[in-house]
Nanobody, 122 residues
Framework: QVQLVESGGGLVQAGGSLRLSCAAS????????MGWYRQAPGKQRELVAI???????KYVDSVKGRVTISRDNAKNTVYLQMNSLKPEDTAVYYC????????????????WGQGTQVTVSS
């Protein structure tokens, strides 16, 4: 099994910055895409950013220009640098990883972190 441990959430004023980290550990044969989702109260979970094993990235329109996703393959860690934060960025942020836990598993399995709260005050 793959475990994901997130860190870096917290309370910040509008215009501030936060950096989220998510480290994958456990039985890992290979990791494909890594990403971040968020869920605000009363809303559906949405994709914030994703990065492939080759380094290609994709962002939701609402964070483009303010957020950067990156990964350290040697550490099996994905980061989300968030700048110019807005109150509407307030949500629980979830790390998401597509991985093969072992060589015998042909397909990719999706794993989720426990979530980290990001609160942006106005």
């Amino acid at each position: 099994q793959v475990q994901l441990v997130e860190s870096g959430g917290g309370l910040v004023q509008a215009g501030g910055s936060l950096r989220l980290s998510c480290a994958a550990s456990g039985s890992i044969f290979s990791i494909n895409a890594m990403g971040w989702y968020r869920q605000a109260p009363g809303k559906q979970r949405e994709l914030v950013a994703i990065i492939t094993s080759g380094g290609s990235t994709k962002y939701v329109d609402s964070v483009k220009g303010r957020v950067t996703i990156s990964r350290d393959n040697a550490k099996n860690t994905v980061y989300l640098q968030m700048n110019s934060l807005k109150p509407e960025d307030t949500a629980v942020y979830y790390c998401n990883v597509l991985a093969r836990p072992d060589a015998q598993t042909r397909g990719l399995i999706m794993y989720w972190g426990q979530g980290t709260q990001v609160t942006v005050s106005s």
